[in-house]
């Protein structure tokens, strides 16, 4: 089976976007220069969740985001990027406080609990979820 080994995002100034993920308590660990690709890297080391899958999107509905996204992007592409977390409440409040923006409505159903979206704009252009997973029990 294969791992996943990193998810990566491109930036115009690594700091900054350290910074964003830094409020989240997601902090560098490891900075290198890859002179052979002209990139300066920073890594950020997260822990995978049990959880943790690769989710595919088809819309069912013109209205759907996702078909929003697929009217700009017909071949499809990587959509988002989704951090699990315990007391989605709380990370709403935290977010709002730092200055986030989340997209309406907030917290809502998601596929395996509750969802919260970060605007992309917030996140150096990545659309970002926070993602409560709640057992189905």
């Given amino acids: 089976m294969m791992k996943l080994s990193h998810i990566a ?13 830094a409020k989240l308590q997601l902090k560098v660990e490891e900075r290198i220069d890859v002179p ?28 759907s985001p996702i078909a929003g996204f697929l009217s700009q992007r017909p071949r499809g592409g990587m959509h988002h990027v989704c951090f699990e977390v315990d007391g989605i409440e709380a990370w709403e409040k935290i977010l709002i406080r730092e200055g986030f923006v989340i997209l309406p409505p907030g917290i809502r159903k998601g596929a395996r609990g509750q969802a919260l979206f970060i605007h992309p704009k917030s996140m150096g252009g990545v659309l970002v979820e926070l993602e409560e997973i709640h057992s189905e029990e």
């Avoid at 995002?9 to 993920?21: D, G, H, N, R, W």
């Avoid at 690709?37 to 999107?57: W, Y």
Wanted: aromatic letters at 4%; glycine letters at 0%.
């Fill in 36 to 63: 052979s690709e002209k990139v300066k890297v920073a890594m950020i080391p997260v822990q995978m969740s049990e959880d943790f899958r690769l989710e595919l999107l088809e819309p069912t509905s013109d209205d």
């Fill in 9 to 21: 995002i491109a930036c115009p100034e690594l700091a900054k976007l350290e910074s964003v993920f």
